[in-house]
């Protein structure tokens, strides 16, 4: 989710701008993002505070030579958080070889 006044409006992309104009070299290789959708009461909730959430913009995110790994990461119990065990698969599943898989 954005945070009013301070990400108003950014996608992923733009929020990785913002950490390369303040890091150099480049450091960011692997970009993690959720392509799951908002409940609508939960989104009326977040947007009656001024937050929205953030855009997954995957051809920008490419263009800018991250590699981008998208998942269901919503954990929804009257606040948005990231469901942990499905980020830590997301991230195995990806960074683990395969022959080590159990």
């Given at each position: 989710m954005t945070q009013p006044g301070e990400t108003t409006?950014?996608?992923?992309a733009e929020h990785l701008r913002a950490i390369q104009n303040h890091?150099?070299?480049?450091?960011?290789?692997y970009v993690v993002?959720?392509?799951?959708?908002?409940?609508?009461?939960?989104?009326?909730?977040?947007?009656?505070q001024g937050a929205?959430?953030?855009?997954?913009?995957?051809?920008?995110l490419h263009l800018m030579g991250v590699k981008v790994l998208l998942?269901?990461?919503l954990?929804?119990?009257?606040?948005?958080?990231?469901?942990?065990?499905?980020?830590?698969?997301l991230l195995l599943d990806e960074f683990l070889p395969q022959t080590s898989k159990r």
């Amino acid at each position: 989710m954005t945070q009013p006044g301070e990400t108003t409006n950014y996608s992923v992309a733009e929020h990785l701008r913002a950490i390369q104009n303040h890091v150099k070299p480049r450091i960011v290789d692997y970009v993690v993002a959720n392509r799951q959708k908002v409940s609508a009461p939960l989104a009326r909730r977040y947007r009656k505070q001024g937050a929205t959430p953030v855009t997954a913009d995957v051809n920008a995110l490419h263009l800018m030579g991250v590699k981008v790994l998208l998942g269901n990461l919503l954990d929804e119990h009257g606040k948005l958080r990231h469901h942990s065990a499905r980020l830590a698969q997301l991230l195995l599943d990806e960074f683990l070889p395969q022959t080590s898989k159990r």
